[in-house]
């Protein structure tokens, strides 16, 4: 008997950044009040979902945007390390736009493969770890629907894979779907992927 389950996998709301820092793994950076928003209004989204499981990274905007969607369901939050951030050279530097660690000369030689990419943890890297962690959770869920709550690199680099695109892609906003507090979907009859979708219910 084929057991049909959904992983909705998703990306922490806003953090509280005013230094623009590119904070990666650090610790101690929190949703700001709108991502806080942000997360209220995907766990009213997930609500009426069949959600029997929430897992999260172990980085506090994560389980801070997972808290609300396990609260409205009554269940704790599992922490899975592969969920986590990917790692990045830029770690604890500005990097704002037409600012920062970028335009120094000193750091262009971190920029000088973009398709592993150079400067952070290989695209091929962070794939198996993340499809694994959707997998987990895909047990854990099996016949219902679960939560992993994650972040930007990581979450879109999990979609290419699973959808068969090209993992190297430019690390800019247009480039990735994969906004603040958006959920993307999928659907396994057992462990073979069946569907895909993709919201943002801040938007909505």
């Not at 091929?124 to 959707?134: G, K, L, Q, Y």
Request: net charge neutral; glycine share 6%; hydrophobic share 35%.
């Amino acid at each position: 008997m084929t057991v049909r389950t959904t992983v909705h996998v998703m990306r922490h709301g806003e953090v509280f950044n005013p230094e623009k820092i590119l904070y990666g793994r650090l610790p101690d950076y929190h949703l700001s009040e709108r991502g806080r928003a942000q997360a209220q209004a995907a766990a009213d989204w997930l609500a009426d979902k069949d959600i029997v499981y929430v897992v999260a990274s172990p980085l506090e905007r994560a389980q801070e945007t997972a808290t609300p969607i396990a609260e409205s369901h009554g269940l704790p939050i599992a922490t899975d390390a592969d969920l986590i951030e990917s790692w990045n050279l830029f770690e604890g530097e500005r990097v704002a736009p037409g600012d920062g660690a970028l335009r120094d000369p000193r750091n262009w030689s971190r920029l000088r493969n973009p398709v592993k990419p150079s400067w952070g943890e290989p695209y091929d890297e962070i794939a198996p770890r993340m499809t694994a962690a959707v997998h987990r959770a895909r047990e854990k869920a099996a016949g219902h629907e679960a939560v992993c709550v994650s972040h930007q690199l990581p979450v879109e680099t999990l979609r290419r894979s699973l959808t068969g695109r090209r993992l190297a892609h430019l690390p800019l906003p247009h480039s990735r779907l994969c906004n603040l507090s958006s959920i993307t979907s999928f659907t396994f009859d057992d462990d073979r992927l069946i569907r895909w979708g993709y919201t943002e219910p801040w938007g909505i």
